[in-house]
């Protein structure tokens, strides 16, 4: 078996420095671009990683890492798990992530702790696997023309089936499944593939003794295929736990280990294999400590035959280069450490061994706290607030709102962008924002919806708007990250002490409460969320961060119910997110997250109402914590889920919204789409409880798509809200 590289990283960002894969994603939806210019377009970010990757110095440079969409869509499609509604479909990739007409796409959520979105694989007795290996291998043969010899990677098999809709079905299918992988092996082995490596993250998680056997069963299989390349299963996102020494039992030849996340202990278990050991971490924005890099080298390098330096994780989860920021200021950016900075440090550690220096904290690891975040006297209970806002808003029977956001236009984007320029000056800037905010105004009146919005046309981003306006963050020109498909955002950098030198949100809050008489929703992003979606300081315990940040909710929340506005909404899609793999520390987590959040809100009074929205991150696991926010009414995904939160929402007493219109898709759901799922929503909560609603906030879908889908739910509210009332 050939010596693995010195040093490598376990994935790279893939839309592209300037988001060209985005451009490229939506010319082909959107008609145009043909399919083969779309691979084009894929073919130059490859090729421009590879080349910048050797250019760097590393020696041990990955493929298959790039994505049209998704790498959990992609090893669905590898093993041939496509369901059969989708085989037909004009492109049946595409219409899995994003639906198609009359199909509905597959589930999305979180991957892992993180705010990347995978599509979730349907498997069960009657998925037929066959291999389809034409992605990786075309790309070890596209790296090769050029001149590089790449290891393929592809998500693990014990991950993809954990990961599916019904993880105990898929499970079951492990044989198959395998039979899949060996054949992918010998595949790779023929063409010359000396290393291939298998990503198993969710063997950082608590897993099961059968889920453990499973993870044995597995690479000892695979271990004993007589022609293959080297195995080198990637672990992260912590420590591996309980599936450390069943691995290390196992013939693979390396293993990965997250030593940002997840530290050395038991690493003696895997003497005798090569370590990947990533010191480096993928998961923020700061420079490298050399001396925590060596204290966890050399302690690997005790147990271990071979060490090679890595990223803790793929660097998909960070910016492509802090060198295209000339605008942050010069000592925070001194501090930091995008993509490209971060492969340069792990060829360093590589090549030079920096001094190991006793002492000293880690510097990638929050600083466990005590710091108070309690809500203090808090709110009225909820029986009280619900006659006190009853009376006050006189809303109708299943009221019908939105999220917040409305389509972000390319007239608004320009606008923006020109107002950075310097082209646009700021009265007229002000002038388009206005003019849109009646439009929205105007539309959701006249097709009938019961609780407004403004649409947010100021703002870039539900988190770096606020971002902008409070102190301790600073915000990148081109510091894009994936969150799935096309979307991408700019996490903000929050590298000091949080304050809220003005308010935020009032003006245009006020401004559209102005224009009509049904009631206006304030938006506001929680605290967790805020911090979860950013990069965040590392020297303060994280809840501490939170509860600044909660402090500076606070406040706006009390200007906007000074303002008169009789609904503020504040999201929290980010509570499931931030929950540890780990049981053991998940309520420690709930509780104080759980209190940022009453902290945020509990300056409000009786008559104003409280919203909260959650989306695209398997809620129904912690719907206790969602109650225990104690907001008026919660507003959640459901659609895109096929509903699964209904089976858990029977003890839930407040207002509740699960979203009847799946907005991350094109397609434009029926009025008896609609009220199908309210029907099952009614069967499972009181009337008086229900709200009508989308998945999620509309930004990402044209006007013609809301307008009808929109027209379509309120259609289907007021048929069941006249036979409800007969």
């Known amino acids: 078996m050939p010596a ?5 990283v376990l994935g790279y960002p893939r839309i592209g420095p300037r988001r060209e894969l985005k451009r490229a994603l939506e010319s082909y939806w959107d008609g145009r671009a043909t399919r083969d210019e779309l691979e084009a377009a894929g073919a130059a970010i490859r090729a421009s990683t590879w080349r910048r990757l050797a250019e760097l110095g590393l020696e041990g440079l990955p493929s298959n890492t790039f994505s049209l969409y998704d790498q959990v869509l992609d090893t669905a499609v590898l093993l041939g798990a496509v369901p059969e509604r989708y085989r037909e479909a004009a492109d049946p990739y595409f219409a899995m992530a994003r639906g198609a007409d009359g199909l509905a796409p597959l589930r999305m959520t979180k991957w892992f702790d993180t705010n990347y979105h995978y599509i979730v694989p349907e498997i069960g007795p009657e998925t037929a696997f066959k291999l389809d290996a034409a992605k990786p291998l075309g790309e070890v043969r596209e790296a090769r023309a050029l001149g590089y010899e790449t290891r393929p990677v592809v998500v693990g098999p014990v991950t993809f089936l954990l990961l599916s809709a019904d993880p105990e079905a ?42 453990l056997a499973a993870v044995r069963t597995a690479y000892e299989r695979l271990g004993n295929v007589a022609a293959r390349p080297g195995l080198f299963v990637a672990s992260y996102f912590g420590h591996l736990g309980e599936a450390l020494p069943v691995l290390a039992a196992t013939p693979v030849e390396a293993v990965g280990v997250d030593l940002v996340r997840g530290g050395a202990d ?30 966890a080298l050399a302690a690997v390098r005790e147990h271990a035959d071979q060490v090679t330096v890595s990223t803790s994780c793929s660097l998909l989860h960070v910016p492509y280069d802090v060198t295209a920021e000339p605008g942050l200021d010069p000592a925070l950016r001194g501090r930091l450490a995008f993509a490209e900075q971060k492969v340069s440090e792990v060829v360093a550690l590589s090549r030079t ?22 809500v203090g006297a808090g709110r009225s209970a909820y029986e009280v607030r619900a006659r006190a806002q009853a009376e006050r808003l006189k809303l109708p029977l299943l ?27 700021a009265e007229e ?22 609780v407004l919005v403004h649409g947010e046309p100021e703002r870039n981003d539900m988190v770096q708007y606020f971002a902008e306006h409070l102190e301790g963050f600073a915000v990148t020109a081109n510091g894009w990250v994936q969150s799935y498909g096309s979307r991408c955002t700019r996490p903000p950098i929050l590298h000091g002490d949080v304050s809220r030198p003005e308010p935020i949100t009032v003006r245009w809050a006020a401004y559209a409460g102005s224009l009509t008489d049904r009631p206006v929703k304030g938006m506001l992003t929680g605290p967790v ?12 315990p994280l809840r501490e961060v939170v509860r600044q940040v909660a402090d500076a909710v606070r406040e706006e929340v009390r200007d906007l119910e000074a303002a008169g506005v009789p609904i503020i909404q504040v999201d929290e899609p980010a509570l499931r997110e931030l929950l540890p793999l780990r049981r053991s520390a998940q309520a420690g987590y709930l509780e104080w997250a759980v209190a940022a959040y009453r902290r945020a809100t509990s300056g409000a009074g009786d008559r104003t109402q409280i919203h909260t929205h959650l989306c695209y991150s398997n809620a129904d696991q912690i719907l206790a914590a969602i109650d225990g926010l104690d907001a008026d009414v919660t507003t959640i995904e459901s659609a895109r889920s096929g509903a699964r939160i209904l089976d858990a929402v029977g003890s839930f007493g407040r207002g509740l919204g699960p979203g009847v219109y799946d907005i991350h898709s094109p397609r434009v759901p029926d009025a008896a789409e609609v009220e199908g799922l309210l029907r099952r929503t009614l069967a499972v909560l009181p009337a008086g409880r229900v709200w009508v609603n989308p998945d999620c906030g509309l930004k990402t879908r044209t006007y013609e798509e809301v307008e009808a889908s929109l027209a379509n739910v309120v259609a289907a509210a007021a048929g069941l809200r006249a036979e409800l009332s007969r």
């Open 266 to 295: 038991g690493l003696a278990a895997l003497a005798g294999k090569t370590v990947v050991a990533g010191v480096v971490s993928g998961r923020d924005v700061w420079r490298t400590s050399p001396s925590r890099a060596a204290r």
């Open 399 to 425: 009221p019908v709102t939105t999220i917040g956001s409305f389509p972000q236009t390319g007239e608004l984007r320009a606008a923006r962008a020109g107002v950075a320029a310097g082209t646009l000056d």
């Open 353 to 374: 061994a920096p001094p190991v220096q006793d002492g000293g904290e880690d510097a990638r690891a929050h600083r466990a706290g005590t710091a108070d975040v309690s």
């Open 529 to 540: 969320t805020i911090v979860a979606w950013s990069f965040v300081r590392d020297d303060l």
């Open 170 to 211: 898929a499970l079951a299918r492990l044989d198959d499944v395998l039979a899949c992988y060996e054949e992918l092996l010998g595949a790779l082995a023929a063409e010359g593939v000396a290393w291939v490596q298998l990503d198993e993250p969710a063997l950082v998680a608590d897993r099961t003794p059968d889920e």
């Open 4 to 8: 693995f590289p010195q040093s490598t």
């Open 429 to 450: 800037y002000e002038s388009r924002v206005r003019a849109e905010v009646e439009r929205v105004i105007r539309l959701q009146e006249r097709l009938g919806l019961d």
